[in-house]
């Protein structure tokens, strides 16, 4: 039996003492296993531009609840089978998914598997005890945009690199960063957070009128900023500690989807961009990491009703 | 009871058994004899020495187990006892367990001792009532079953205690992914995926925790000391398992522990892993037991395959030249209602005597599934050999005259279901053809009314890349170009061509547009309801659509090549792989 992740035996399993789900898709090949945020471990065969992950590991909330994100990322079925190993034994089960439903779960992983596959696309770095091995053209070609698809729409990951240098620049007075975002003016999980009380305006599209003290652009996939109505150029200001992320309307009509961005800190806090007085789209974010070690920003766009 | 009629008979027990042999088995036994009316006569003669032997007592039931027990099938080589005191012996062991069912009979060697045959029925039996109710993969199944048979063989409510250490396996394995592990697969010295071991060592204690103590099951290991044994046991035992998984994949060709030089090297590992599981009798009942373990080869092994017919299917732009089936047959001339069911009812016949023709019993299952309706899209499950009976199937109606029907592979144990998959294909085609009269040819119908094997057709050639990378991997072959090629070659539905040709695809205007993996636009799927012409070359035709749908450009767009490159890179491969070339041959424009 030559046995792929594409034949689809699963495996589900719920560890109570570590509060942890662990979804297991049994193969022969090879794979390469990374930390893609707090909590969220996953592991990509390695020769499989498209394959579907062959191992996460996700966390369970305190009280033995699946977060309800983990929805998006494992699909209805998977996520049905992972509610029956959290909540009875056997903690435990096989089911087998189709190649539909395979495909699916890959093109929801896509960004990830193209960051961890990303690491040995280098044939320098590659195992020599792994013999020689063709290239494997979509790791490195340039069709590979590592855009995700989940049920109501789009999502990338954003480059953290030109961020983190900014963020790191900032003078040390500057005030620190927090985990989380500022929804209408109120901050959930931060009560001495005292600029937005002052500020309450800010998250709600308002122009903020601090200096900003770094700066810089992403590229947007393109399928995002066509579905969202905006130029592919994003821009990032870094003012007050905070990071706000700001789009131009590409002026060709409604947008079909709203797009929002968060730090991809296992906190799961999207902030929608909103339109300001100026007529630019714009959401601010923020972590609580050390400025070097801020989390890659993700980006994702919601159909529109 | 006459001579004659002990042969009639004989003959039938034969061709039923050899029925139920394993592909790979059947093949072996067949390469000996010029065909297999050869083999079935030798078992007759075979049984009829062994039946004068015993004085002439053999019972109407006992006549398959005397023509199984005809067979030799050991690790050295197959074929039929000539040595009757052997095909006697083999026949003694499989009287002494009555009720023996004839697929574990046939697994059964001469000097087997009463207790292991009745350890291979306890095995068959757990393993078959577990099927029907869980989802474990099927050879880890089986290892689990034979693992916990050989434990207690006459205990009963085997299936109980199996299904116990299966869910403590997964358990098991699921404690130690999360403490130890954290580079899997580093310690690997040869390709291979360390939660796949991680899964094998898990049911291997499991099985030793039930060994042990009976009864008891995760009380125990609940207490955190408790746990940590597990975890290092089962880590242990992982160890072991990398190390034969090493050996296993380094096997030289010519060692006796392996069948022939074909064989793919992991074979011998799954053997290893059963042991692993239930200790080296385990691993015995296994090696006998497990359909299709040999047959991880996507060809059949050269014996079995008709010699390659001249691969005649030709193709001149615009005008196809399609099998005269249906319009060279008496009743299409007149085109009335009963002709219809005629014209029908010989082209279900010969597509189903094409796609049974030397299949073995557990290959006709799957066929039967396939052709009845009884299977769901978009599953890999023996997808390899689908393609291959359905290639085969659409070269011989291209072109009846080069492919003579010829004799049925005869279906006797199989009859009923033969007769019902010809009923719902003739059924199928008659209703296509009173909707659609006309000029259909025998290839449209036939494409009309198979079901298909996907609906969507780019995840299958993803799953397909990877298998093939797989299946070749052994032969130092792996390349994801290659394979990617070759299985957007494979991956065509009944009435589709990949042509030889350098044709452009058509204009994309009534299919969504994807790129490939180098960029290239590409079919995705089909949006407007209406057929592309068949001369026109679309990636995303739909199943049951005829037509071209690969060309040496389109190809090439996978890949990033010219056309030039990749007609040498397909031939190439061709030469290369032996597992791939009779699905993946391109045909002329």
């Known amino acids: 039996m030559s046995l792929t992740a594409w034949d689809g035996h699963v495996r589900v399993d719920y560890l109570p003492m570590r509060g942890r789900v662990h979804v297991t898709l049994l193969t022969a090949e090879p794979t390469v296993e990374a930390d893609l945020r707090p909590g969220l471990r996953a592991a990509f065969v390695d020769d499989d531009p498209h394959g579907p992950p062959a191992f996460i590991a996700l966390p369970v909330e305190a009280g033995g609840r699946l977060p309800t994100h983990v929805r998006d990322l494992l699909g209805e079925r998977l996520f049905a089978i992972a509610e029956q190993v959290v909540d009875h034994a056997p903690r435990s089960r096989w089911t087998r998914l189709d190649l539909l439903a395979l495909d699916d779960l890959a093109a929801v992983w896509a960004p990830y598997r193209h960051r961890v596959l990303a690491t040995v696309a280098d044939p320098g770095t590659r195992d020599a005890a792994s013999g020689a091995r063709g290239p494997v053209p979509g790791l490195s070609g340039i069709g590979l945009s590592g855009i995700g698809r989940w049920a109501n ?35 959930d999980d931060a009560d001495d957070f005292d600029d937005s009380l002052e500020n309450p305006s800010i998250g709600g599209g308002a122009e903020d009128t601090a200096a900003v003290a770094a700066m810089g652009t992403w590229e947007l996939p393109a399928d995002i900023a066509v579905a969202a109505g905006v130029r592919p150029t994003l821009r990032w200001e870094v003012r007050r500690g905070m990071v706000d992320v700001v789009a131009e309307p590409a002026g060709t009509g409604p947008p079909r989807a709203r797009l929002s961005v968060s730090f991809d800190d296992g906190s799961e806090r999207w902030e929608s961009l909103v339109m300001g007085p100026s007529g630019l789209l714009r959401a601010t974010i923020w972590s609580a990491t050390e400025p070097d ?6 980006i994702r766009t919601e159909e529109l009703p | 009871m006459t001579r004659r009629a002990d042969a009639a008979r004989f003959a039938r027990a034969a061709w039923a058994v050899l029925d139920l ?26 049984a009829a020495g062994v039946q004068a032997r015993l004085h002439g007592n053999v019972s109407p039931e006992q006549e398959e187990l005397l023509l199984a027990a005809t067979l030799s099938l050991g690790r050295g080589g197959a074929g039929v006892h000539r040595n009757l005191a ?68 006459d205990a009963g409510c085997g299936d109980e ?91 030289p060709d010519t060692h006796p522990a392996r069948r022939g030089t074909d064989e793919p090297d992991v074979v011998t590992f799954w053997s290893a892993a059963a042991v692993a599981i239930g200790g080296s009798e385990a691993g015995r009942v296994f090696d006998r037991l497990h359909r299709g373990l040999r047959d991880i080869r996507l060809t059949p092994a050269r014996g079995t395959l008709p010699v390659a017919p001249g691969e005649l299917a030709i193709h001149r732009t615009g005008t196809h030249r399609t099998g005269t089936y249906s319009a060279g047959h008496p009743a299409a001339q007149a085109g009335g209602h009963v002709e219809v069911l005629a014209v029908a009812d010989a082209l279900a016949t010969r597509m ?84 659609a009269p ?61 042509v030889r040709a350098s044709t452009a695809p058509h204009p994309v205007a009534s299919c969504t547009s994807e790129l490939t993996e180098t960029g290239h636009p590409r079919c995705a799927m089909r949006t407007i309801g209406i057929a592309v012409d068949r001369t026109e070359v679309c990636p995303a035709r739909p199943w049951h659509e005829t037509g071209f749908i690969e060309s040496f450009q389109t190809l090439g767009g996978l890949v990033d090549d010219l056309p030039d490159a990749i007609r040498k890179r397909v031939d190439r491969a061709r030469n290369d792989a032996v597992v791939w070339p009779d699905l993946t041959e391109l045909d002329q424009p």
């Open chain 2, 352 to 435: 189903v005597t094409s796609l049974l023709r030397e299949t073995s019993v557990t290959e006709r299952a799957i066929v039967a599934d396939w052709v009845r309706g009884r299977r769901a899209p978009d599953v890999t499950d023996g997808l390899p050999l689908l393609l291959r009976r359905l290639r085969g199937l659409m070269r011989e109606l291209r072109d009846p005259e080069a492919h003579p029907a010829g004799p049925a592979w005869p279906t006797q144990p199989f009859g009923l279901e033969a007769l019902a998959m010809i009923g719902s294909l003739r059924d199928a085609i008659a209703s296509h053809a009173r909707r």
């Open chain 1, 153 to 187: 729409g789009l999502w990338a990951l954003l480059g953290v690199d030109d961020l983190r240098r900014g963020l790191a620049a900032l003078p040390s007075a500057d005030p620190v960063f927090m985990s989380g975002g500022v929804d209408n003016g109120s901050v």
């Open chain 2, 438 to 498: 006309g000029n259909d040819s025998a290839v449209e119908l036939a494409a009309s009314v198979l079901p298909p094997l996907w609906t969507v057709r780019t995840p299958i050639i993803r799953a397909l890349t990877q298998r093939i990378k797989m299946d070749e991997e052994w032969r130092g072959w792996n390349n994801h170009g290659k394979a990617l090629v070759l299985a957007a070659t494979a991956a065509r539905g009944p009435g589709q061509v990949a």
């Open chain 2, 21 to 46: 042999l394993d592909p790979a088995d059947l093949d072996r036994v067949l390469s000996l004899f010029a065909g297999a009316e050869a083999a079935v006569a030798a078992m007759c003669t075979c």
């Open chain 1, 293 to 298: 070690r801020a989390p890659t920003v993700r």
């Open chain 2, 86 to 153: 052997n095909a006697a012996d083999r026949f003694e062991v499989l009287l002494r367990q009555p009720g023996t069912p004839p697929e574990v009979a046939i697994a059964v060697r001469g000097k087997d001792p009463a207790e292991f045959v009745l350890r291979l029925g306890e095995t068959h039996h757990i393993d078959t009532v577990l099927a029907a109710r869980r989802d474990e993969p099927p050879m880890l199944r089986m290892m689990v079953a034979a693992a916990v048979a050989v434990s207690r063989p």
């Open chain 2, 161 to 251: 205690a199996a299904a116990t250490v299966l869910d403590r396996g997964a358990e098991l394995a699921a404690m130690c992914r999360d403490s130890g592990l954290s580079a899997p697969g580093a310690s690997l010295t040869v390709r291979g995926n360390a939660d796949f071991l991680l899964t094998i060592s898990g049911y291997a204690h499991a099985i030793q925790e039930w060994r042990g103590l009976p009864g008891r099951g995760d009380a125990a290991a609940a207490s955190c000391d408790g746990a940590q044994r597990c975890v290092s046991d089962v880590m242990g035992r992982l160890t072991c398992l990398e190390k034969d998984l090493h050996r296993a994949m380094t096997v």
